[in-house]
């Protein structure tokens, strides 16, 4: 059994989708920020206090794009990690990096001046945004022909920031997100956390 750590109103909301996707079944531990969250019995889950967190029979997995990694590989029946495991990890790892640290920056108000942006990673979030639009244009999906945890995990990125407006629009990242923002395992899991919304 796998127990899956949460709050409707945070990146668990990405884990969640995984977790639909590749349809184990799974225990949800919803906590509180305020309280639960910092308790002494989750800080020994994870000690950043912080969800999503998932307790599997081997272990403990934090960090969203972990959790994708760990669900699609321990899975595999799911079809989620692709046989481009390069193009795979590229993309897993530049929505860890670049794209959460340019989105939250920039929702901060912080932005790099143009003769330090060699000092930051992701340089600044028009480089993100042109590098996911040159990548996406005329694809379907991150990987190859077929939808894969890159696109649960970088996906909702862009989703997300398309609906808020903290990823800068075009019509190739909305044509994107409008490919696969209509998956059964999405809607599930969106109804079990709105669901949990009304209870808060």
């Given at each position: 059994m796998l127990t899956f750590y949460t709050h409707p109103m945070s990146r668990g909301r990405i884990a969640r989708w995984m977790l639909e996707e590749v349809a184990q079944p799974y225990e949800t531990v919803v906590l509180d920020y305020a309280t639960s969250m910092k308790a002494p019995d989750y800080l020994a889950v994870n000690p950043m206090g912080k969800v999503p967190a998932l307790v599997h029979p081997g272990g403990v997995v934090t960090e969203v794009a972990a959790i994708c990694c760990f669900l699609a590989d321990a899975y595999p029946q799911a079809g989620l990690m692709p046989a481009e495991r390069g193009a795979f990890y590229r993309w897993m790892f530049f929505g860890a990096g670049p794209v959460e640290q340019a989105v939250v920056n920039t929702a901060m108000g912080w932005v790099p001046s143009p003769d330090r942006r060699r000092a930051v990673g992701y340089g600044c979030i028009e480089d993100v945004v042109a590098t996911l639009t040159g990548h996406l244009d005329g694809r379907r999906y991150f990987c190859g022909d077929a939808f894969s945890?890159?696109?649960?995990?970088?996906?909702?990125?862009?989703?997300?920031?398309l609906r808020f407006g903290t990823l800068p629009g075009n019509a190739v990242l909305s044509g994107y997100w409008d490919g696969i923002?209509?998956?059964?395992?999405?809607?599930?899991?969106?109804?079990?956390?709105d669901a949990l919304m009304k209870k808060e």
């Open positions: 945890a890159a696109d649960v995990y970088v996906g909702s990125q862009i989703g997300w920031g923002k209509e998956r059964p395992a999405l809607a599930r899991a969106n109804a079990l956390d």
